[in-house]
């Protein structure tokens, strides 16, 4: 089975601009949990998407969105950048109704770096 | 909302044993996770604790008093690949709130 997969691995913004984060969750999985991650800190809920529909969501302001597609495959939008948005930004699916629901499997990440 | 405390950082031997503790407050608990976490890789699971007692896994194991908000991640005969960062997450009603984690170094 293929695990999660992220795009892209790094990238630069600066300040203002907008950006789009891919999540290509693990076979068989159909949920799909985004974490910001800030260096020397713990992964930080932003969002789970579940059937196309936003499941859940952290303490983070509306320029963060995301969407959901039919293959359960993801993406995260961020308008506005700011520095502070700075970080890893983790991707994480899981299988909705198993005895491992709550399990994630976590992608490698995409590194935002904001200037 | 949800409290996480954690030690930032701890030190212990090749082939010792060290518990991490890790001491939470949450609404809507459903179990604590523990991950592990080496530096630029993804977190990877490691136990997962719903009701109270000791969950042994190999050379991990974890405990969780839910009544006392309290779990810890026992590591025996450490290796030097166990350095890494390891993550106590509680999971409450809809996803796992991770604390900042504890950095093991492993030495020699």
């Known amino acids: 089975e293929t695990g999660v997969t992220q795009s892209p691995t790094h990238l630069i913004k600066t300040r203002g601009q907008q950006v789009t984060l891919r999540c290509s969750s693990q076979?068989?999985?159909?949920?799909v949990s985004w974490y910001q991650q800030a260096l020397g800190q713990g992964p930080q809920f932003i969002f789970q998407?579940?059937?196309?529909?936003?499941?859940g969501r952290g303490n983070f302001p509306p320029r963060f969105s995301g969407l959901q597609f039919p293959n359960y495959s993801s993406e995260l939008n961020v308008n506005a950048l700011e520095l502070d948005d700075s970080a890893l930004y983790l991707c994480?699916?899981?299988?909705?109704?198993?005895?491992?629901?709550?399990?994630?499997?976590f992608g490698a990440g995409s590194r935002l770096t904001v200037l | 909302g949800q409290n996480i405390d954690q030690p930032t950082e701890m030190t212990a031997t090749e082939g010792a044993i060290v518990q991490i503790n890790c001491t939470y407050q949450?609404?809507?608990?459903?179990?604590l996770f523990w991950y592990q976490q080496h530096a630029g890789e993804a977190p990877t699971f490691l136990s997962y604790?719903?009701?109270?007692g000791l969950e042994e896994k190999g050379r991990f194991s974890s405990f969780l008093s839910r009544s006392k908000g309290y779990s810890y991640l026992l590591l025996k005969e450490l290796q030097m690949k166990d350095s890494a960062s390891y993550l106590c997450?509680?999971?409450?009603?809809?996803?796992?709130?991770f604390g900042s984690g504890t950095r093991l170094q492993v030495q020699p």
């Open positions: 994480a699916s899981s299988l909705a109704g198993s005895s491992g629901a709550n399990v994630l499997t």
């Open positions: 076979s068989g999985h159909n949920t």
């Open positions: 998407y579940y059937r196309e529909e936003e499941n």
């Open positions: 949450t609404s809507g608990f459903n179990g």
């Open positions: 604790n719903v009701l109270d």
């Open positions: 997450a509680p999971l409450g009603r809809r996803a796992l709130t």
